[in-house]
């Protein structure tokens, strides 16, 4: 799992890094712009290759119990691109579709809140009344949040359906918003608010040393513009190092996040299809009993 986290993230970290280190006088400029592409098009056409190698790892110590060979994980992961790849095309389409809700959901209740709190923003000094509209926007930002938030819990099994199941594509995307309902909906979420907590705690911990300098100057009750402006420019001039870090906090946090999300699936997935089971049987009964009573019956004189 690490040395196929290592392979995906390597090229993008690099890229990250090149695109950060650029003086202030080129960071707009077509070489950022192309930097930046190019690390688009390497995550949408590496993408089907990562998932289908993780996948391929994952699956064969769910079934053997063993690891797998390198060589086994990415022969599996060329065998599926095609189908991890309509399934990538399939989510990014779907996204748009629900970023436009979501941003139309959100703009509705945001104009809705000002409205409704439009009489208090008046009397007061310029910052109150700017404090104000934050405020009547705060529960609109906070449903906006919460939809994505939700949205991307319903896709928390789409890399793994295309290398364990038939579908790809939209089915595919479709059945992990499947699993997430009918497979213990609030079961499912704890896992995943668990795995979530615990990712963004250990995050917090490193990343907090680098912004402590800069909030200590800035919130200081004698602060200067100076020091501001110095504090500033060191955040600034760390950044490399701090994406450097944070990548490699986040490679190694994957290599736990995603064995744990592989198992809440297939639990997941168990319970959905024994649900469906359960249904097939109370609909047509059980066929064995079935074929047993028609064998049983006696032919006509």
């Given at each position: 799992l690490l040395v196929g986290i290592l392979v995906y993230v390597g090229p993008t970290l690099v890229l990250s890094m090149i695109t950060?280190?650029?003086p202030v006088t080129l960071a707009g400029s077509g070489l950022a712009v192309g930097l930046e592409l190019c690390a688009l098009a390497y995550i949408i056409f590496a993408s089907p290759f990562y998932m289908g190698y993780i996948t391929s790892v994952l699956r064969t110590w769910h079934l053997t119990g063993a690891p797998v060979r390198m060589s086994t994980a990415w022969a599996a992961a060329k065998a599926n691109y095609g189908r991890y790849m309509t399934t990538l095309l399939a989510a990014i389409v779907i996204s748009f579709a629900a970023?436009?809700?979501i941003a139309l959901v959100s703009s509705v209740a945001i104009v809705g809140s000002i409205f409704s709190a439009a009489g208090s923003f008046y009397g007061g000094s310029a910052g109150y009344e700017y404090l104000t509209v934050?405020?009547?926007?705060?529960?609109?930002?906070?449903?906006?949040?919460?939809?994505?938030?939700f949205y991307s819990f319903c896709?928390?099994?789409v890399q793994f359906i295309p290398g364990m199941e038939f579908p790809s594509g939209f089915q595919?995307?479709?059945r992990s918003f499947r699993y997430i309902f009918r497979g213990n909906f609030w079961k499912n979420l704890g896992h995943t608010l668990i795995i979530g907590?615990?990712?963004?705690?250990?995050?917090?911990v490193v990343i907090l040393p680098f912004y402590v300098p800069y909030l200590s100057t800035v919130l200081a009750p004698g602060a200067t513009l100076s020091d501001i402006t110095y504090a500033s420019t060191a955040l600034t001039a760390a950044l490399p190092l701090y994406t450097l870090v944070i990548t490699i906090l986040g490679i190694f946090l994957q290599t736990f996040t995603t064995p744990?999300?592989?198992?809440?699936?297939l639990n997941a997935k168990n319970v959905s299809d024994g649900k469906d089971s359960q249904q097939l049987?109370?609909?047509?009964?059980?066929p064995y009993t079935n074929f047993t009573q028609d064998n049983n019956t006696q032919p006509p004189d």
């Open positions: 950060t280190a650029l970023i436009f809700v934050l405020a009547a926007m705060m529960p609109a930002l906070v449903v906006m949040v919460a939809l994505i938030f896709l928390s099994f595919a995307v479709f907590l615990i990712t963004v705690g250990i995050e917090l744990y999300m592989f198992e809440v699936y049987q109370r609909t047509y009964g059980d």
